[in-house]
């Protein structure tokens, strides 16, 4: 059983930065991707950052050049750092796991077979 634990999130003016955390319990924590998805408050879920297996990366359009995703050298902690935070950044942010990040694709919220409870962010 996988249990994903965020931590990290807050309120913070435009121009600032976050640093969202997720721990993974249980399951091999090597054998899938990791990522990160929102839902920001009037839009749809959208899809944010993962990293695959192999340690490769691979952004949503609207995180690159400003949020970076990284694990821990036990892949038991992912990270996401987001800078130069907008307004529109502003949503429930998920840690999930286990999906297709194959090619550099950033799976949205339904392709995940886990997430966590999630972690709000709030950009004014």
């Given at each position: 059983?996988?249990?994903?634990?965020?931590?990290?999130?807050?309120?913070?003016?435009?121009?600032?930065?976050?640093?969202?955390?997720?721990?993974?319990r249980?399951?091999?924590?090597?054998e899938?991707?990791?990522?990160?998805?929102?839902?920001?408050?009037?839009?749809?879920?959208e899809?944010?950052?993962?990293?695959?297996?192999?340690?490769?990366?691979?952004?949503?359009?609207?995180?690159?050049?400003?949020?970076?995703?990284?694990?821990?050298?036990?892949?038991r902690?992912?990270?996401?750092?987001?800078?130069?935070?907008?307004?529109?950044?502003?949503?429930?942010?998920?840690?999930?796991?286990?999906?297709?990040?194959?090619?550099?694709?950033?799976?949205?919220?339904?392709?995940?077979?886990?997430?966590?409870?999630?972690?709000?962010?709030?950009?004014?």
């Amino acid at each position: 059983h996988v249990q994903l634990v965020e931590s990290g999130g807050g309120s913070v003016q435009a121009g600032g930065s976050l640093r969202l955390s997720c721990e993974f319990r249980g399951g091999s924590v090597s054998e899938h991707c990791m990522g990160w998805y929102r839902q920001p408050t009037t839009r749809a879920r959208e899809p944010v950052a993962c990293i695959d297996v192999d340690g490769t990366p691979a952004y949503a359009w609207h995180a690159r050049q400003r949020f970076t995703i990284s694990q821990d050298s036990e892949k038991r902690h992912l990270i996401l750092q987001m800078n130069s935070l907008k307004p529109e950044d502003s949503g429930m942010y998920f840690c999930a796991y286990d999906a297709d990040c194959a090619g550099g694709h950033v799976p949205v919220g339904s392709e995940w077979n886990w997430r966590g409870q999630g972690t709000q962010v709030t950009v004014s």
